[in-house]
């Protein structure tokens, strides 16, 4: 079910200076990949999330509008098409563009700003928000008062507890405790 190869990248996002925190202790991770073509589907992503202590899962698409969670981490498995996501807000200097395919998955780490910026007709994504966080709330990037309230939640959300399921140096959970706080 789970393809073996695999693949990894991961990147910090940091902090936009302005409205959005990011994260500057959480690294984004994009597994590619983590299904084959025959394999992929809504219900082995919302599987796999559960495995790995991921829940209030969601089918649909991204929205695309740029927005945030703070008091959850959130892993959105793509099991159709493909879209272009961009993370960290529109500010040169933090903004990165990923494009998820059909059996790629990405973590979002508490804080940061993601939103679609395209996609193919095809393309469809299980959301998924970790169990230890808080109920996920929705954030916008509109001012300091919402961003200082951000920011506290984020201090408060763990890694959260996944099992090795999937991936290299001892699974998810492994790869989040490895690379957090290496800010650069």
């Avoid at 073996?4 to 940091?14: A, C, D, G, L, S």
């Avoid at 001012?143 to 506290?152: L, Q, S």
């Avoid at 201090?155 to 490895?178: A, F, H, S, T």
């Amino acid at each position: 079910m789970v393809s073996n190869n695999v693949k990894i990248e991961n990147f910090f996002v940091r902090d936009d200076g302005q409205f959005l925190p990011n994260n500057n202790n959480l690294p984004v991770i994009v597994y590619r990949q983590v299904f084959d073509s025959k394999s992929v589907s809504a219900s082995n992503w919302e599987q796999l999330f559960k495995q790995n202590n991921f829940g209030k899962s969601w089918r649909d698409g991204i929205f695309s509008f740029h927005h945030y969670h703070s008091t959850a981490h959130e892993a959105l498995g793509c099991y159709g098409g493909r879209a272009q996501v961009r993370l960290g807000g529109d500010n040169e200097q933090v903004l990165k563009d990923v494009e998820l395919t059909a059996g790629d998955c990405i973590l979002i780490p508490a804080g940061v700003a993601h939103k679609n910026i395209g996609q193919d007709g095809d393309f469809g994504v299980v959301g998924a928000y970790d169990i230890d966080g808080k109920n996920y709330d929705m954030n916008y990037g509109k001012n300091d008062e919402e961003r200082r309230k951000a920011e506290e939640n984020i201090k408060q959300v763990r890694v959260p507890r996944m099992d090795p399921v999937v991936g290299e140096n001892g699974g998810l959970i492994q790869y989040w405790k490895n690379a957090r706080h290496q800010d650069t």
